[in-house]
């Protein structure tokens, strides 16, 4: 297992490399940032000295190989609008996006896994109803669902704020919004394996054993079933810390999915590079951590 | 098994009960001695020595810093931390400073101060966007605890407003301190900036001018339109900028929020890229022309910017000097099609993209799409491609073949008609227009001092502008606020909204 996770993790210092050249090369192709930073009544003297204190008045490579070198020293460089340490700016969009997650995934997990289980063991009038309120969760765009919720909840009734972050109740409606599809989405995944599932020959056995009904379904059928469900929530987990750009405009929440597009807008090339590293670390340690995780869900997986 | 799923039920509905009876209030806009206010964007840092940008402006200019000069509703530069400034010479000012104006830290605005605010922004090491301001001052002088000599390199009759953008900051502060610790003379200290939500101000107590009525300034950062409205419309702000006009009836049928609008100092043209193209049609002045006429400019300030805008003859309509002979070109399509045919083209063999921004100005690429389809009336064919902003500046960095005609708005900062350099002088930046004439005309006009003489000249340097039409004269568009019917304010031309002056009802 060791071994496992060393490669693993060498593997992703190699992703990491590539994808800031790529961030560095494909950003500074789309034009000079200096023109975005600068007034339009800039002077060519103000231009010069901006791109010269920037570095930007040097070849593209030159510039590129000082980043990197800066990048290997630990210094991811400095945010162009807003003149501080990229990575600090990183670090301060994480925590509201690790919040909206966290509380997203809880309330995915909460309504999806019992309805999926719900709608897999049993068929009938309540899992119809389910299975098509699930369909139309997951086809309810989320910008749509955002703005009505605002609508009724902060503008008709002053019952919860528009957006921005603070309190608990800041929280409610990003989370439900984010929560809505996901939770769909593993009510479906969790329906379809725990039904299949539960046909199984070692679910028979299990009963014919005389285990209890509870203990066959949550000791023996959810430990295998649950196993497609713990790659969705990984793989979901990954992408919300990367930031849920939608959700956090219309919520106005500080998070990183509206750092990294305001920074793209405004060519800041070190935040959007920043973002991008603590994205693919972040991504390779998830999904390091789902492979764990399938290995103590399902004892008969080894990486050695 | 069951027992366990109905307890989980019960738990959604204690979860949902929750919800329900959370406390009704929802963190409306505060206290009436709090005025909060839903903005687009956040700043840059909290100085202003450095960086330049509007919303850092909005934010921060008369709350925490002030200038020596400021702008009164009209637009006309008044001494405001100076107590006069004026020439003594072709080449020198006198400024001496009000007494008695502390910083926020305690400390008494000297002549120092404002002698070591400027000298950082001239120094080429420290890389000040503002240096475009002042760059024509060479020498400051103290001359007594309160009084200096400004010198310029040449005569610099707009001095006094180029100095409404400077702010001064106590000597020995470096940019980097004021970020961390924001101290200026204005009526409002710093007290809290959390990055992409919030800054909060309160007030200075020992300010010099008249104690603003609102104890705290609250801004929370609403980048996204919808966003904002919901957060106005729910009283959660108090008032927000850049309302689109689309919403401007939503805001005025709410019955606790109004619009207010004012013309603001941001003109709107459809440019021609002369410098890099020299094959260009519109070398020809009567191509130029032709295609001022051609654009039904008061159609689109009325049906689609909603009024919010005025057409344009006088570049900008907020000012001082004017060429009085001259309003917007009229819509006049057979005269257009007339001077195409004169300059030897037919329309209809006349085929262009235009470029233009989206979400930049107000509806400005519904905006373009419009001025295309006026085109195509009279046969010419317009292909409308929207940009994002920062390509199209690269564009127009550029000014290469690629770019032929496109839409841009540009701000006059000093509403003395000085941009007029920025704007169509041959080699600036930004600038695709190149004409030996008026480049003259501006060299002749920029450094009269004598305001007599340099309003007689300003008026021509325009009145030439109009006749050699170097961009179709659109409009200039207002500034469109969604405010609360209980606050007194109204917006100012610059866009700046100095909320000392603001109180509630």
Request: hydrophobic letters at 45%; proline letters at 6%.
């Amino acid at each position: 297992m060791l071994a496992f996770i060393i490669r693993r993790l060498l593997f992703t210092v190699l992703i990491a490399l590539f994808a800031i050249s790529a961030v560095f090369f494909i950003i500074r192709m789309t034009g000079d940032p200096t023109y975005l930073m600068v007034p339009m009544d800039a002077s060519k003297t103000v231009i010069e000295n901006f791109r010269h204190k920037m570095g930007f008045d040097k070849p593209l490579f030159s510039q590129y190989v000082d980043y990197m070198w800066n990048f290997m020293h630990g210094d991811l460089g400095t945010s162009l609008r807003y003149n501080e340490p990229a990575l600090n700016l990183v670090i301060e969009a994480l925590p509201a996006t690790a919040l909206l997650t966290l509380s997203a995934m809880a309330m995915s997990i909460v309504i999806g896994v019992p309805l999926g289980i719900i709608t897999g063991i049993r068929s009938g009038g309540l899992d119809r109803v389910i299975t098509a309120l699930v369909v139309l969760a997951q086809g309810v765009p989320n910008f749509w669902l955002g703005l009505m919720m605002i609508f009724v909840f902060s503008v008709k009734f002053h019952i919860l704020p528009t957006g921005g972050m603070g309190s608990i109740k800041h929280l409610i409606m990003p989370t439900i919004v984010m929560g809505f599809y996901t939770s769909s989405r593993i009510t479906r995944v969790t329906k379809s394996s725990v039904s299949e599932h539960f046909q199984k020959e070692y679910i028979q056995t299990a009963r014919a054993k005389g285990l209890r009904e509870s203990t066959v379904l949550l000791k023996h059928c959810l430990r295998n079933a649950l196993m497609p469900v713990v790659t969705l929530v990984g793989l979901s987990v990954g992408i919300y810390m990367g930031g849920v750009v939608i959700t956090e405009t219309i919520f106005s929440w500080p998070g990183m999915g509206r750092l990294i597009v305001q920074s793209i807008e405004m060519r800041d090339f070190p935040v959007v590079i920043a973002a991008v590293s603590f994205i693919v670390v972040m991504f390779s340690f998830i999904n390091l951590m789902t492979d764990i995780a399938y290995a103590w869900i399902d004892p008969r997986i080894r990486y050695d | 098994m069951f027992s366990r799923i109905k307890t989980s039920w019960k738990l959604v509905g204690v979860m949902l009960s929750i919800l329900v009876i959370l406390p009704l209030s929802t963190g409306s806009a505060a206290d009436r001695d709090t005025l909060t206010v839903g903005i687009n964007a956040d700043m840059r840092t909290p100085e202003l020595i450095t960086t330049m940008d509007q919303t850092s402006d909005k934010i921060l200019l008369f709350h925490i810093y002030e200038p020596l000069i400021a702008r009164n509703r009209q637009m006309v530069a008044e001494p405001w931390l100076a107590e006069t400034l004026e020439p003594s010479g072709e080449v020198s000012w006198k400024l001496t400073l009000r007494k008695g104006i502390k910083f926020h830290n305690g400390a008494e605005l000297t002549a120092d101060d404002v002698k070591y605010t400027l000298e950082w922004i001239l120094n080429p090491k420290n890389a000040s966007m503002r240096l475009s301001r002042i760059e024509l001052l060479e020498k400051i002088e103290k001359t007594g605890k309160y009084e200096l000599n400004l010198i310029t390199k040449k005569p610099f009759p707009v001095l006094p407003v180029s100095l409404g953008n400077i702010s001064i900051i106590p000597k020995g502060m470096t940019p980097k301190e004021l970020a961390k610790n924001p101290i200026g003379t204005g009526p409002y200290r710093f007290k809290e900036w959390k990055k992409e939500r919030r800054i909060v101000l309160t007030r200075f107590d020992d300010y010099w001018g008249n104690a603003p009525y609102f104890k705290t300034l609250r801004f929370l950062i609403r980048p996204e339109m919808g966003a904002r409205l919901s957060a106005l419309l729910a009283g959660e702000v108090d008032m927000i900028p850049d309302v689109p006009v689309e919403m401007v009836p939503r805001v005025n049928a709410n019955r606790e929020t109004e619009i207010r609008t004012v013309p603001a100092g941001r003109s709107i043209g459809l440019y021609f890229n002369l410098r890099g193209d020299p094959d260009s049609v519109f070398h020809d002045i009567r191509m130029r022309k032709a295609f001022n006429y051609a654009v039904n400019v008061r159609e689109i300030t009325k049906h689609i910017l909603g009024g919010f805008a005025t057409p344009t003859g006088p570049l900008v309509p907020m000012n001082r000097h004017h060429y009085p002979e001259h309003s917007a070109y009229p819509y006049d399509p057979e005269k257009a099609v007339e001077l195409i045919k004169r300059a030897g083209y037919k329309p209809e063999e006349l085929h262009f993209t235009l470029h233009s921004p989206k979400g930049r100005y107000l509806k400005d690429f519904e905006a373009s799409q419009a001025i295309g389809t006026q085109l195509g009336k009279i046969g010419i064919k317009v292909d409308v491609v929207a940009d994002e902003w920062g390509h199209h500046l690269e564009l127009m960095k550029k000014c290469n073949k690629e770019l032929s005609i496109y839409i841009n708005g540009r701000g006059e900062r000093t509403f003395e008609g000085s941009m007029m350099q920025h704007w169509f002088k041959s080699g600036m930046p930004w600038t695709c227009f190149s004409d030996e004439e008026i480049d003259q005309a501006i060299d002749r006009a920029m450094p009269i001092v004598d305001p007599d003489k340099r309003e007689r000249a300003m008026m021509l340097l325009e009145g030439l502008i109009w006749d050699k039409a170097p961009w179709v004269f659109l409009w200039a568009q207002n500034s469109i606020w969604g405010v609360k019917s209980d606050i007194d304010w109204s917006p100012w031309a610059d866009e700046i909204p100095r909320l000392a002056t603001a109180s509630r009802k």
